[in-house]
């Protein structure tokens, strides 16, 4: 069972099951603090930005959290946005919602079915080509950019034009979302950090092994540092 194997503190971790009835009920972690879709809501409507610190914090937990399924469990999540990224009082994040993730073998395995919430599908999901770990690469990266600049991505980018499913997908395909508000607003590093997972080319996105090394992520010590060092010494490569 998937769930089962979901042992990182920045995942959703299984507790139990149990059936009732003709029900399969499984229970989780609790996260007592909602989720990240709500708190970008919370502060939209006042353009009130989360501190620095906090995004920083935010982006490596659930970078190493992926970092873990992707490398450690060989596992695709597949939906990742953040209403499935849950927030504790503690101050911490944790993604979820593992409904429609896969197991693959290798780093060049790819899947087919053509799943998730279109706004944080990739490029070449949207083209209805094979993905790879590369299309949960994608999403962090628009997770992240909603994050940081507390607007849902590409709706802007519609124009006149009238909304709708196939016009999303071309714009995500054809354009880039936009980086000069997080540069002014957090910095250099954050907003590479973001574009390059938002890299058009899948070859161009860094694996999570890499991203979980970025420069500002070098001070985050204790539990934080879990994922790194499991990961030490692996063999690093871009995602396919």
């Not at 009130?48 to 659930?62: E, M, N, R, S, W």
């Not at 990739?122 to 628009?142: F, H, I, L, N, T």
């Not at 054809?174 to 250099?188: A, E, F, V």
């Amino acid at each position: 069972m998937v769930l089962q194997q979901l042992d990182h503190p920045h995942l959703v971790r299984y507790v139990d099951s149990f059936i009732q009835g003709d029900t399969l009920c499984i229970c989780m972690d609790y996260a007592d603090a909602g989720d990240l879709a709500g708190a970008i809501s919370d502060r939209e409507t006042t353009m009130a930005f989360f501190p620095k610190a906090t995004v920083v914090k935010y982006a490596f937990q659930l970078c190493s959290a992926l970092a873990h399924c992707h490398h450690i469990l060989k596992l695709l999540h597949r939906d990742i946005k953040p209403a499935n990224c849950f927030l504790t009082s503690g101050g911490n994040i944790k993604l979820g919602d593992f409904g429609i993730s896969k197991m693959y073998v290798g780093t060049d395995d790819v899947a087919q079915t053509h799943c998730g919430t279109p706004l944080y599908m990739s490029p070449e999901q949207c083209q209805g080509k094979p993905y790879s770990r590369a299309a949960d690469v994608w999403a962090m990266g628009v997770v992240i950019w909603q994050m940081l600049t507390l607007k849902t991505p590409f709706l802007d980018m519609l124009g006149a034009q009238q909304p709708g499913i196939y016009v999303l997908m071309r714009i995500i395909q054809t354009r880039r979302l936009p980086m000069n508000g997080i540069r002014k607003q957090y910095g250099d590093e954050i907003a590479a950090l973001t574009a390059a997972l938002l890299s058009q080319k899948t070859e161009h996105r860094p694996s999570m092994e890499i991203a979980i090394r970025w420069p500002m992520f070098a001070n985050i010590s204790g539990i934080e540092n879990g994922t790194r060092l499991r990961l030490e010494g692996r063999h690093v490569n871009a995602p396919r």
